[in-house]
């Protein structure tokens, strides 16, 4: 995929919501359209609400959500003639997450009588051809991990390989009105159309940058998405709700968000440099940006995401409003975990290394832990107990071996026997399967777009 040797006078981008199934009102796009985007681009995931998703392949949105947002959408997109896409489906991008989301979307287009073409992209990734990477020397890590062994690829449940633009553009071209893809960069969905019509690529990934998350860049997030204009020069945001307002500093300020540095970002095809950028407001309520560079990567590289299973989990919580026990908190957590160590190896024969146990004390420190400045005894705290064991059972044993404790547990000196509050019953809830992210590592390509599959339906064909 090339640039247009022809490039528009500018590119407008729709962006409704920071994601897909997070929901936005229709008048915002009724307004949106009205300003004549060329493409509505929205985030369908990520990896903020941890491994599980990746790990079990299923969704964090409900598909009632998602099929509201998708059949606004799809209406719009069709009514307007410009492409809809959507990436990272299913929230971590595995090929049955953009599975999940194009079958909704064949629902909602068969009952409006909608007939769009749709391309998937799938980025997930079979570790045998990682193994041969790896083997190359075509995969290093990224800060803080360190080399990637062979074992690891094959103990993760799902790989994702993160997209840049290339593959929805690809599609674009290729004839798709709906793209659905796996596991993108935020940034990479709304990027690929001002790119793919000849815009600077400074311009494009910042004002990308600026709208992955809609309303985020706006004084008030919750009023809907927000309209990105790319021209020659820079770029323009304007919120989708007439009533709410962007500022130079509510614009300039989501280069903050989720980002190392505040001031370079990195693509698959290179870094994205905002040092020299300006922020104008144009009028109360519109922001134009100036002065964003691009530096194309020497070698294109392809992010690995994997998560795999560390075990099964079980929690408990109890509530303390004990005034002296919540005066000496640590102390009293310190000899629960103490005492549970100790029944756990007398009565179920486990030592310290079969399990995990974590102690969390919500309402003293269980954000910030011995980082928290207020040293005050608090007024109640709610005491979570989370163990994860090789087996649901074993780690729903050691938690029914903490109950007794967690109930009535009084410090040595304590000449009474207090009681806690457990916040349900059973007390124990068994979570299933817990993951971690285990790859956090790049793989250099020849092709942007050699790592991924694309499906276009109307044709039924694989590219």
């Not at 998708?70 to 997109?77: E, N, P, T, V, Y």
């Not at 030592?351 to 928290?372: C, F, Q, W």
């Not at 064991?389 to 109950?403: D, E, G, H, L, R």
Request: aromatic letters at 6%; proline letters at 8%; a negative charge.
């Amino acid at each position: 995929m090339t640039p247009s040797t022809d490039p528009a006078p500018q590119v407008r981008v729709l962006s409704p919501s920071g994601m897909l199934g997070a929901g936005f009102a229709p008048e915002t796009i009724e307004y949106g359209l009205t300003l004549n985007p060329d493409v509505i681009a929205i985030d369908g995931g990520s990896t903020d609400s941890g491994p599980y998703y990746l790990g079990a392949g299923v969704a964090k949105t409900t598909a009632a959500a998602v099929r509201r947002d998708l059949d606004i959408l799809l209406r719009a997109a069709a009514g307007a003639g410009i492409p809809l896409l959507v990436g990272s489906c299913g929230t971590s991008g595995t090929d049955s997450g953009v599975d999940w989301v194009a079958g909704i979307a064949e629902s909602v287009m068969a009952e409006a009588g909608l007939d769009l073409r749709m391309a998937r992209v799938y980025s997930e990734q079979d570790p045998a051809f990682l193994k041969e990477e790896l083997g190359a020397g075509r995969i290093r890590p990224l800060a803080p991990h360190g080399p990637l062994e062979p074992d690891t690829l094959e103990s993760c449940a799902h790989i994702v390989g993160m997209m840049g633009h290339e593959p929805f553009a690809d599609a674009i071209e290729a004839g798709a009105q709906v793209v659905l893809a796996g596991r993108a960069t935020d940034t990479a969905l709304a990027a690929a159309v001002p790119l793919m019509r000849g815009m600077p690529a400074g311009p494009a990934w910042h004002a990308a940058k600026v709208v992955e998350c809609g309303g985020q860049c706006t004084t008030d997030p919750r009023a809907g998405g927000v309209l990105a204009t790319i021209d020659a020069g820079g770029f323009v945001i304007e919120p989708l709700d007439p009533a709410n307002v962007c500022t130079p500093a509510s614009v300039a300020a989501h280069m903050l968000y989720e980002t190392a540095n505040p001031f370079r970002m990195r693509e698959p095809a290179g870094t994205l440099d905002v040092s020299d950028a300006t922020y104008t407001a144009l009028d109360h309520r519109r922001v134009r940006v100036e002065g964003s560079r691009f530096e194309p990567a020497v070698q294109h590289t392809i992010k690995l995401e994997g998560a795999r299973v560390t075990g099964y989990e079980t929690v408990s919580f109890t509530g303390i409003r004990d005034p002296y026990i919540t005066a000496h908190i640590d102390r009293w957590a310190a000899l629960l975990r103490t005492l549970v160590t100790d029944r756990v190896r007398q009565t179920l024969g486990l030592s310290d290394d079969d399990y995990a146990l974590d102690i969390r004390l919500y309402g003293h420190n269980a954000i910030l832990e011995a980082a928290d400045p207020d040293t005050a005894p608090p007024r109640e705290v709610g005491v979570m107990l989370l163990v994860n064991a090789p087996s649901q059972a074993t780690a729903t044993a050691i938690a029914k071996v903490a109950n007794p404790l967690m109930l009535h547990l009084p410090l040595p000196e304590m000449q009474y026997l207090p009681s806690f509050a457990f916040a349900t019953s059973p007390a124990e809830t068994e979570r299933g399967p817990a993951y971690e992210f285990v790859l956090n590592h790049a793989v250099d390509v020849d092709s942007p777009t050699s790592m991924f599959r694309t499906h276009h339906a109307h044709e039924d064909t694989h590219v």
